[in-house]
């Protein structure tokens, strides 16, 4: 399945930004979804996550209470709303996806993401 992601761009500290992400041909709740993040010349980590019937939420300690992920299923979309942002979350934003497939959901390991969506870069200055 191929990951739709858009709603990146520029911002100023304490600013926000809201992007989101759809399945191309799939319906979102087929997923479980989530964000990651990857600034130049480090490694991809983890933003947040959303289970497929949206009942529960995690976050990277770094973003807790600034951002929230949500699933719009009206518009078939998983959400990010970024608030408060700082220059530090200066970033290529990617969508995840995870298949409902049985096996354990690790939704902070990078290496366990089944569905990757093409970035969409964040820049937020100072």
């Known amino acids: 399945v191929q990951l739709q992601a858009c709603g990146g761009g520029l911002a100023q500290t304490g600013g926000s930004l809201r992007l989101s992400c759809a399945p191309s041909?799939?319906?979102?709740?087929?997923?479980?979804m989530g964000w990651f993040r990857q600034a130049p010349g480090k490694e991809r980590e983890f933003v947040a996550a959303?289970?497929?019937?949206?009942?529960?939420?995690y976050y990277a300690d770094s973003v807790k209470g600034r951002f929230a992920i949500s699933r719009n299923t009206a518009k078939n979309t998983v959400d990010l709303q970024m608030n408060s942002l700082k220059p530090e979350d200066t970033a290529v934003y990617y969508c995840?996806?995870?298949?409902?497939?049985?096996?354990?959901?690790?939704?902070?390991?990078?290496?366990?993401?089944?569905?990757w969506g093409k970035g969409t870069l964040v820049t937020v200055s100072s």
């Open positions: 995840a996806g995870w298949a409902l497939d049985g096996s354990g959901w690790f939704p902070t390991d990078s290496t366990r993401v089944n569905y």
């Open positions: 041909g799939r319906s979102s709740s087929d997923y479980h």
């Open positions: 959303i289970t497929w019937s949206g009942g529960n939420t």
